[in-house]
């Protein structure tokens, strides 16, 4: 069996398929960092089975236009599933964007999937849902093992459903800690991609892993990789702590990045 996943994206998905013994075809994003729909599509086989996307995506901060994502899904082979994770949409703004849920409701052959460790602030309750027609649910249901979820997971995830303030809050904190992020990477002269989530890309226009190291001797984790060499994303955090690292990250590139600092 294979899956076609996009990349880079959330590792988790082609891990759990990888372990399963299917294969996975990695398409790459598209010029603007956005899933390519298209590509996925062209890169559909006999053996497909499963197509797994993350929307918004991680660690790209961008996410589908509905009428790409339409058109996606109405065009799909027949014995494909998709699942899509929609672990960052409470952070979305963009008017592209649609829930893939709409899909779940008209009976298409797709699974939603979120978790209460983003917005909702449990991570360490280790619980999310997904939603599905029967068909699909029973069938994750009989192969999940007994006792997966907790009863203090389950209490608090249901009292962070009805706990809205909650949201609003953490989506406001975010949306002004982004505005921090962006205004310093703007005033230093770096660029970024704008972000639908709860973290921003930026380009160092040098070597992201010693900027990250000399990050993280001024006390701020943050993570490179998924052959990006320039690129380091960082999670939004307090306002104070935003303002802080912009300060740092100046301190390490120089003030103004047309005249950046390189490793020594
Ligand atoms: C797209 C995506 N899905 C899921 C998760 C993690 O969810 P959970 O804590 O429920 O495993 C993450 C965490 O980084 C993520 O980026």
């Not at 899904?73 to 699942?83: A, C, R």
């Not at 912009?246 to 600092?261: F, N, S, T």
């Amino acid at each position: 069996d294979e899956v076609v996943s996009a990349t880079p994206t959330y590792f988790q998905m082609a891990y759990e398929a990888t372990a399963n013994g299917a294969s996975v075809i990695y398409v790459p994003v598209d010029e603007n960092y956005v899933i390519d729909l298209d590509g996925i599509s062209q890169a559909i086989t006999p053996d497909t089975k499963l197509i797994s996307l993350v929307n918004p995506n991680n660690p790209l901060p961008t996410c589908v236009h509905k009428t790409n994502m339409d058109a996606f899904i109405n065009s799909l082979p027949s014995g494909i599933v998709v699942v899509v994770d929609e672990a960052y949409h409470h952070y979305i703004h963009t008017p592209d964007y649609g829930s893939c849920i709409r899909y779940v409701a008209e009976g298409l052959p797709v699974i939603v999937v979120r978790t209460f460790s983003k917005a909702y602030g449990l991570a360490g309750a280790r619980i999310g849902y997904s939603a599905a027609s029967s068909q699909y649910t029973n069938q994750i249901a009989s192969s999940q093992m007994f006792g997966m979820v907790s009863n203090l997971g389950q209490a608090a995830a249901q009292a962070a459903l009805n706990d809205t303030q909650h949201v609003i809050d953490t989506v406001t904190l975010n949306d002004q800690a982004k505005e921090i992020l962006q205004d310093g990477f703007t005033n230093l002269g770096l660029d970024y991609i704008p972000s639908e989530t709860n973290f921003i890309m930026f380009d160092t226009g040098t070597n992201a892993s010693w900027v990250a190291s000399e990050l993280a001797s001024k006390g701020f984790q943050v993570r490179t990789g998924w052959g990006m060499p320039q690129h380091i994303r960082v999670s939004t955090g307090l306002l104070e702590e935003m303002n802080e690292f912009i300060v740092a990250l100046g301190e390490i590139l120089g003030q103004d990045c047309r005249e950046r600092k390189t490793p020594p």
